[in-house]
């Protein structure tokens, strides 16, 4: 389907995991190992906050950049990626799963301070489509610009509360997705991992209605990780608080990346981060 990744931590040059890690974005769009797809070379997105300004008053509002190119062909990503400094971002490698390959279909969805990305899918969704459209609230339909699962599923769970509760939004839009797939004779009709940030704190989710999700990592804390490896010249990149959660391990060294368990939320903020029990299947 997708590959995506979602930093938050100290500012840090976004290529350092898009570009440079090992098994970096760009690399799995190239070759995934764990992914349902191996390429994944149809767009990318990258989405970003500004560094924090403290005379600024409310939140912080994110930049995208989206591109149908395949991610290892596109020097812009070099050049923006490498010129930017983000405490928190979001990059995603597309496999179009039916959608057309269109900018307004690659990822980060982006509305006021929040974006979105979503790796799996809404099995059969032009089942579903219209009563999952229609659901959503009058004054966001119109924002929809493109014909994807994803961007519908984003701004159902806008209309259902993302803002005020980010958990019980998805969750609820969740459900919705599931009750209008049963009742059009669809089996398992959630699949995938998403992440919703509204600038501050990134909400990670791992869920599918048949209990066998797309993959999904969260890194160790930083000096834990130092620890293990004290010689590794690279953490230096890496400030205390940096958390990455990605489709799959940036790097093959034993302890840095754990899976994040089935039917499960990650919370990432600035305290740190925890899981919460998601959805039963």
């Known amino acids: ?26 690399a799995m769009a190239e070759n995934s190992p764990l992914g349902a ?21 409310g939140p912080r509002h994110p930049s995208v950049f989206r591109s149908i190119e395949p991610a290892w062909n596109d020097q812009n990503l070099r050049e923006i990626s490498r010129a930017v400094v983000s405490p928190l971002f979001f990059a995603h490698v597309r496999a179009a799963a039916g959608p057309p390959i269109q900018q307004t279909n690659c990822h980060p969805f982006r509305h006021d301070n929040w974006l979105f990305m979503h ?22 339909y119109p924002l929809m610009q493109g014909t994807t699962d994803s961007e519908v ?11 005020d509760d980010p958990i019980g939004a998805v969750r609820a839009a969740i459900r919705r997705v599931e009750e209008a797939g049963h009742a059009a004779g669809v089996q398992f009709p959630m699949q995938g991992t998403l992440a919703v940030s509204d600038g501050e704190t990134v909400w990670a989710f791992r869920y599918s209605s048949q209990g066998r999700s797309r993959s999904l990592f969260h890194s160790a804390d930083v000096p834990t990780i130092r620890a293990m490896y004290p010689d590794a010249d690279r953490l230096s990149l890496f400030g205390d608080h940096a958390q990455v959660v990605v489709s799959e391990p940036l790097n093959d060294l ?9 039917s499960t939320v990650a919370v990432l903020d600035p305290e740190g981060y925890h899981h919460e029990a998601f959805l039963d299947a």
């Open 1 to 26: 389907m997708c590959r995506w990744l979602a930093y938050t931590g100290e500012p840090l040059q976004p290529a350092a995991l898009i570009l440079d890690a090992q098994h970096s974005v760009v």
């Open 37 to 57: 797809e191996t390429v994944n070379g149809d767009g990318f997105g990258f989405g970003w906050y500004p560094v924090a300004n403290t005379d600024a008053a």
């Open 119 to 140: 790796n799996g899918a809404i099995s059969q969704f032009g089942l579903i489509k219209r009563e999952l459209a229609l659901a959503v609230d009058p004054s966001l």
């Open 153 to 163: 599923l984003f701004h159902l769970a806008l209309t259902l509360g993302l803002a």
């Open 254 to 262: 034993p302890g840095v990346f754990r899976e994040v368990p089935e």
